[in-house]
Each structure stands twice: as structure tokens, then as C-alpha cells.
């Protein structure tokens, strides 16, 4: 009897952390498993995770994928990205320079 409510309980930590997660911008499976194999710290670390969603993003010039500022590689074409390149800093944005 008490076997099934370990699983029930580790099923409902895992649930909710998913959600959490979920909300953070993360991926529902991986912190709905890492809130079931470790309940309460599971749920806490997903609790205070960081939110995915407010970290600053930039377009591939190739493809205009929506990449994170911090990623090399664009992950659809394989685009190498410069670490300074911002939409802002990009010629296409502000036109040709003059002369």
C-alpha cells in the first residue's frame, strides 16, 4: 500500500513541476521527470529556474530563426553566429551606410 503512494505522490510532484517548467519557457518532460525522481527538490529547482522567455533573443541572418543571444550555431541551417551581431547592429536593419 505504501508503494502506491509513493508513486502517486512522486506522479503529482512530477505534474506539477512539468507545469512549472512548462511556464518558464523549459521543456515539460525533463522537469517532469526530474520532480518525480527527486520530489520536493525537484519541484523546488523548477520553482527556481530561470525564466527562458526573458532572455534576450536575436534573428539568424540566413534563415531569420529566433535564436538566443548566447547560441554560436543557428540550431535550423547550422549558421555560424557572430557574438556581437544584434538586429540592431545589422546593416540590413538601419540601410546602407553614407557616404
Known amino acids: 500500500m505504501a508503494g502506491g503512494a509513493i508513486i ?12 512549472v517548467g512548462r511556464l ?5 518532460l525533463i522537469w517532469f ?5 527527486i520530489p520536493f527538490f525537484g519541484l523546488a529547482a523548477a520553482v527556481l529556474y530561470r525564466y527562458e ?11 531569420g530563426k529566433t ?3 548566447y547560441e554560436a550555431l543557428c540550431t535550423r541551417c547550422g549558421t555560424e553566429l557572430n557574438p ?4 540592431e547592429s545589422s546593416p ?6 553614407p557616404a
Request: aromatic content about 10%; glycine content about 14%.
Open 24 to 28: 518558464k519557457g523549459s521543456s515539460f
Open 84 to 87: 556581437g551581431y544584434t538586429e
Open 92 to 97: 540590413a536593419v538601419h540601410g546602407p551606410e
Open 33 to 37: 521527470l526530474i520532480s518525480a525522481c
Open 53 to 63: 522567455s526573458l532572455e534576450p533573443e536575436k534573428h539568424c541572418p540566413r534563415c
Open 8 to 19: 502517486v505522490i512522486a506522479f503529482f510532484f512530477g505534474l506539477a513541476g512539468g507545469v
Open 67 to 69: 535564436v538566443k543571444l
